[in-house]
């Protein structure tokens, strides 16, 4: 789910975090989620949370403690 947080305002982020994140949890082995969005990133529904950050045309991937 690529930047699902785009056109959501504060309420439907707090939905997609607490009602559609759950549900797909429960359906689906893995679900992909990127965002810029503080709050759908410190969701506490993710098992893994992977940090890109860009700099000078290289980029480095960190894998942070999920919530």
């Known amino acids: 789910m690529d ?26 082995e893995s679900v992909f989620v990127i965002s810029h969005s503080k709050d759908v990133q410190q969701a506490a529904i993710y098992d893994k949370v992977w940090k890109f950050t860009k700099d000078n045309h290289w980029s480095t ?7």
């Not at 930047?3 to 689906?28: A, I, R, W």
Request: a negative charge; one cysteine or more; proline letters at 3%.
């Open 61 to 67: 991937i960190e894998i942070l403690e999920a919530s």
């Open 3 to 28: 930047e699902v947080d785009s056109q959501l305002d504060e309420e439907g982020c707090f939905l997609f975090t607490n009602d559609v994140l759950p549900m797909l949890k429960e359906k689906y």
